[in-house]
């Protein structure tokens, strides 16, 4: 990974959204403990004065929250440093997580489990904390995804090897959400699978808008990047249905693919425009047609934005620079069409039908009394729709600049007030060129432009095959044998004696071997070897990944001396799962939610029926109001001892979609 210490303006970032993460955190304990107290005391002075420290805290958190918000839309950081006259592209910040420290856990399972001298596997265990270590800063190129790539198809093998289904080993993963900051912790494993996922989306972003998009490889790279983030992301939606974490929600996850998309179909359209835009009949009506596209792509990001549970969470800015960039592209519609229409009459040397057929494409509908060849043909109607639409693109601008000064964040992005100005100033000037003494007597309104593309944006898989990846602790042995999921005695020493030149028994199976066909009165058998059992070391040299002829050549080598074997025999794999995890989360309105182990259900009598065992996922929704601390902030504190709370259609482990 980079130097985390690298004084870059993006590791400055990281490092001021780590801090607030902190203090968020801090603040959220706080109002923890005041809504226990709260709830606790019947005291009235002690209910004042914790309702007034409420108060003071719900503000601070507002206060960070509104920071938090300021470093996802410093986009000037991310963009390329060449000079560039266009509108910035946002990108993903990268979520932050605490250390995690293997050691212990895995050296102790590995004793357990595998029955090994886990001593012998520090090294390997020391390479896994490095590599998640270097994911924490990765770099913001194709070495970077590839690490985070590598990192998370690691984790496919440490969660075969040393997670089994049946009950958690003492690892708790730490994540902060990327747009409230707020920590989710669990002993799940699928958490920091999908929070790699969603940092490798994200990285995606950021080498998006780092893209040169004066040039054409530049463009293509960023089409590609936002491509791949928005196959990432798809990727991680469709995968990891009940993340606990309110930026991995299917509803927010939902809402950044289609911004992925709408910033590649913008790079699209640059891409289009790069070589210059010929004033010519053709050329414009296609880059109509194409700008349109990006308008209404924006305006459905802007939409989805909207919406609920996402309006509480997305970035105000974010949603407010969809609408700006919807308004911008609708308005840059409108003028290509009206240079259309003013600058390009029907000569006797054009092709008329070939004109009325480009032109009645942009149109579902034409105004009344217009005609699409009468238009072509007619000076005066050309001009008045042509007014129209400049009149059109005016007000589009219009509401771009107005809504871009009222939002503070992006009224100090100078390059984004430069590029609506200059396009508003434009097309003034180009309806200023137009006759005026008939505008009190056009009353025609534009019509709207039908949105089409040649270049179709679609999300990109993830493609993880192209990485390839070692496992850590290969050693242990094949993995269809030597997992988790799998129990086994512990190995047995047995001494093999050849007998008439035959072992007694033969050996089936790929890596590792199995004993077949054992005749029950050998030597062998008699001294506890079983049909079944699995060769793991011949001659205390380790045979796990020896295929069969490697084995029974092992064992010819011998010739009449005895040789000692180890071998392990499967045990049942069924056992009843853990309902219940240490984990914390926030998922209720204005609540900071602590879910422990809840120990007092052991003294439920045994004679009752044992309630159903419920999925990881939805045990804080049922048993939340055994949480140690499972708190909101009352609307109204007297005489009510339960709090009515509605479901969110996030997760079932969250009851409301907003945090503050």
Not at 222 to 227: I, L, M, S, Y
Not at 250 to 264: F, H, T, Y
Not at 310 to 338: C, G, M, R, T
């Amino acid at each position: 990974g980079c130097n985390p210490l690298a004084e870059t303006g993006r590791s400055k970032l990281q490092n001021q959204r780590a801090v607030l993460n902190q203090q968020i955190l801090r603040a959220v304990r706080m109002r923890a403990g005041a809504e226990n107290l709260l709830r606790a005391t019947t005291n009235n002075k002690v209910r004042e004065q914790v309702l007034l420290e409420l108060s003071f805290v719900n503000s601070d958190l507002q206060i960070l929250k509104e920071e938090l918000e300021g470093l996802n839309i410093s986009v000037e950081v991310y963009q390329n440093t060449e000079e560039t006259f266009s509108i910035p592209l946002v990108p993903l910040g990268l979520k932050e997580t605490k250390e995690v420290d293997f050691t212990l856990p895995l050296k102790d399972f590995i004793l357990e489990h595998y029955s090994e001298d886990s001593s012998e596997y520090e090294d390997e265990i020391a390479d896994l904390m490095d590599l998640r270590q270097a994911c924490r800063t990765p770099s913001r190129d194709e070495a970077g995804i590839e690490m985070l790539i590598s990192y998370f198809l690691q984790l496919g093998y440490v969660e075969n090897r040393f997670f089994p289904p049946t009950r958690h080993i003492g690892v708790l993963f730490t994540w902060y959400d990327s747009f409230t900051g707020v920590p989710v912790c669990q002993q799940n494993l699928l958490l920091e699978k999908a929070s790699i996922l969603f940092n490798i989306g994200a990285l995606y972003t950021q080498i998006g808008t780092r893209c040169n998009r004066q040039t054409q490889a530049g463009l293509e790279n960023a089409v590609d990047a936002f491509q791949r983030a928005a196959g990432v992301l798809s990727y991680l939606k469709e995968t990891f249905t009940h993340t606990p974490s309110y930026d991995m929600s299917p509803a927010m996850l939902n809402v950044l693919v289609k911004m992925m998309l709408a910033q590649a179909q913008e790079c699209v359209f640059e891409q289009t425009g790069l070589p210059g835009i010929r004033n010519e009949f053709f050329t414009l009506v296609k880059m109509t047609q194409e700008v349109a596209k990006v308008g209404e792509v924006y305006m459905l990001v802007n939409t989805a934005m909207n919406q609920e549970p996402v309006k509480e969470n997305i970035p105000y800015s974010w949603s407010k620079l969809a609408q700006i960039k919807s308004d911008h592209y609708k308005a840059l519609a409108h003028y290509f069409i009206a240079t259309v229409l003013c600058d390009h009459e029907l000569q006797s040397g054009d092709d008329e039908d070939q004109q009325e057929k480009a032109l009645s494409q942009l149109y579902d509908y034409m105004p009344e009394g217009l005609m699409v060849l009468t238009v072509l043909k007619d000076k005066v109607q050309r001009k008045q729709l042509g007014k129209a639409h400049l009149r059109k693109a005016i007000v589009y601008h219009e509401e771009a600049l107005r809504v871009c000064g009222l939002c503070k964040k992006l009224r100090n992005i100078d390059v984004l007030q430069e590029v609506l100005t200059a396009a508003h100033k434009r097309s003034l000037l180009k309806y200023a060129q137009q006759e005026t003494e008939d505008d009190f007597l056009s009353l025609i309104q534009a019509p709207d432009i039908l949105p089409k593309t040649e270049y179709k944006i679609e999300t990109i898989a993830p493609q993880f095959s192209k990485v390839k990846v070692k496992d850590f602790f290969h050693r242990l042995g094949p993995l269809t044998v030597f997992s988790a999921k799998q129990r086994w005695t512990a190995p047995r020493t047995i001494h093999i004696h050849h007998e008439e030149g035959e072992l007694g028994f033969g050996l089936k199976g790929g890596s590792p071997v199995q004993i077949y066909c054992l005749d029950p009165v050998c030597s062998a058998a008699s001294m506890g070897l079983k049909e079944g059992d699995y060769i793991v070391s011949v001659g205390g040299v380790d045979c796990k990944w020896l295929g069969v002829n490697e084995v029974l050549e092992k064992l010819r080598n011998v010739g009449e001396q005895p040789i000692e074997i180890e071998v392990i025999s499967c045990q049942d794999t069924a056992a009843s799962m853990h309902s219940k995890s240490a984990t914390y989360s926030v998922g209720m309105q204005k609540t900071y939610s602590l879910i422990c182990l809840a120990m007092e259900e052991d003294k439920i009598d045994q004679t009752k029926k044992a309630p159903l065992k419920l999925p990881f996922l939805s045990w804080g929704t049922k048993n939340r109001q055994k949480a140690a601390s499972t708190l909101c902030l009352p609307s109204a504190v007297a005489g009510s001892s339960q709090i009515k709370k509605k479901l969110s259609p996030f997760t079932l482990l969250n009851t409301e979609s907003s945090l503050y």
